[in-house]
C-alpha cells in the first residue's frame, strides 16, 4: 500500500515551453501532496505544500506564478513548470499524506526529471 | 525551528565491513527522525523512523540507528556493507505542528568490493 507515481518518469522540452507534472497517490487518499526539488548532488528543497481544494503554499523563494500547482483531487496533484529556462533543469519529487495520518508520515514518488534545453 | 547536519558528505567503505553515517539535528520540538536512501535516479525509499518510542531504530536491509538526544544525534550504522548498498542517503527531521520534512544534505556512500 501507500504507491504514489509520478508521470512522466522524465521529460525534455525546449525553453519557453511549460510542461506539467503529476503526482498520484495509487491506493490512498492523499489530502496533502508536497513537490520537492532536487538539483543534480543536492539535497531535496520543499516548493511548496497543497492541500486538496485549497491554494498551495509556497516556500520562500519559489516563484508562484512559475510553478502552478493544482490539487484538484484526493488523488491527483499537478505541478506546471510555465514558460521554462535551462536553470528550471531538476529533478522533480512530489510525496502524499494520507488525511488523518501523523504529520510525517509523507510516501514519496519515484520523481520527474525535467531538462529544458 | 528544525535543522539537520550530515557530517559526511562522502563515506567510502569496503564490502563487509560496518558502516557509519553521522547525523545531528536541531529542533524546538521532540522531532521526529527519519533515514531515507536514494539509488542513482531513483526516488526516495524510507529506512527506518523515529517518533519517540524505543531509541533503537531498526530498520530495513539490516540499518539501524540510535535517537541520542543528549548527543542531538541520530546515526545510521549497518554490521556489514554490500555492494547494493551504494547510494545518497538522507536524514530527515520532521515534527512538531508542522507537517514539513527538511532533508539534510545527503552521504554517499561508496562500497568497494
Known amino acids: 500500500g501507500a504507491v504514489v507515481s509520478q508521470h512522466p518518469s522524465w521529460v525534455i522540452c525546449k525553453s519557453g515551453t511549460s510542461v506539467k507534472i503529476e503526482c498520484r497517490s495509487l491506493d490512498f487518499q492523499a489530502t496533502t501532496m508536497f513537490w520537492y526539488r532536487q538539483f543534480p548532488k543536492q539535497s531535496l528543497m520543499l516548493m511548496a505544500t497543497s492541500n486538496e481544494g485549497s491554494k498551495a503554499t509556497y516556500e520562500q523563494g519559489v516563484e508562484k506564478d512559475k510553478f502552478l500547482i493544482n490539487h484538484a483531487s484526493l488523488t491527483l496533484s499537478t505541478l506546471t513548470v510555465t514558460s521554462a529556462h535551462p536553470e528550471d533543469s531538476s529533478f522533480y519529487i512530489c510525496?502524499?499524506?494520507?488525511?488523518?495520518?501523523?504529520?510525517?508520515?509523507?510516501?514519496f514518488g519515484p520523481g520527474t526529471r525535467l531538462t529544458v534545453t | 525551528a528544525q535543522s539537520v547536519t550530515q557530517l559526511d558528505s562522502h563515506v567510502s567503505v569496503s564490502e563487509g565491513t560496518p558502516v557509519l553515517l553521522r547525523c545531528n539535528y536541531s529542533?524546538?520540538?521532540?522531532?521526529?527522525l527519519f533515514w531515507y536512501v536514494q539509488h542513482p535516479n531513483k526516488g526516495l525509499q524510507l529506512l527506518l523512523k523515529?517518533?519517540?518510542?524505543?531509541?533503537l531504530v531498526k530498520g530495513i536491509n539490516g540499518f539501524e540507528a540510535e535517537f541520542k538526544k543528549s548527543e542531538t544525534s541520530f546515526h545510521l550504522t549497518k554490521p556489514s556493507a554490500h555492494m547494493s548498498d551504494a547510494a545518497e542517503y538522507f536524514c530527515v527531521v520532521g515534527g512538531g505542528n508542522t507537517d514539513k520534512l527538511i532533508f539534510g544534505t545527503g552521504t554517499r556512500l561508496q562500497v568497494f568490493p
Open positions: 523515529y517518533t519517540s518510542a524505543a531509541t
Open positions: 510525496s502524499a499524506r494520507e488525511g488523518g495520518s501523523r504529520p510525517y508520515e509523507q510516501y
Open positions: 529542533s524546538s520540538y521532540s522531532p521526529s
